[in-house]
């Protein structure tokens, strides 16, 4: 059996339902993102293509919000947080020319969460540096031998060693790393 969805587009072009209500896809708005969402969807998120045991965004998230500067603490922390409403696709996938309008979709929803919760953007250096040593990190902790020996990573790993977090433990995690950082409002407000 095969299921139709409701509505596919609506007045903003095509959408998902989340869990606190829509996403558009082509126009989203500041109003769409919801930090609740966020964390509940990076959290059930395996990295790696779920090829490795299951290490979330969510908690890579926070491990790059924690090696950045604490002024960059929160850009690093929402890094990925556009992958709650469009998924990631393995890396090689995502540099394929075929693959530009995706990219596109993807950098439209990080401007909209970086203009939502007052990120910079582009999202600070620090962040892309602190993102390169933690993908090395997972290389070196979270990766099944036969996957590490086909990747060299391209920068240093952190001292800090990953034991990953089970889903809901990884989304308290984010919502307390991110009250923390944003503490002007509180989360249940954010995601209003």
Partial sequence: MRVQPAATAGPRGPWIATRTGRYYLFCPSSRDIDIETIAH?????????????????????????????????????????????????????????????????????????????????????????????????????????????????VAQPFNARITPWPPEEARRRFLARFTDLFPAVPAAAVSA
């Fill in 41 to 153: 969807a990076l959290s059930n998120q395996c990295r790696w293509s779920g090829q490795a045991a299951f290490y979330s965004v969510a908690q890579h998230s926070v491990f790059v919000s924690e090696h950045v500067p604490p002024e960059d603490a929160l850009a690093g922390l929402l890094h990925d947080a556009a992958e709650a409403y469009v998924r990631d696709v393995p890396t090689p996938l995502k540099h394929d020319p075929a693959m530009a309008r995706f990219c596109e979709v993807e950098e439209l929803g990080m401007r909209v969460i970086s203009e939502r919760f007052r990120l910079p953007w582009p999202l600070p250096e620090s962040v892309h540096i602190a993102d390169q040593r933690a993908c090395a990190t997972e290389w070196r902790d979270i990766l099944p031998p036969v996957m590490a020996a086909q990747w060299v990573p």
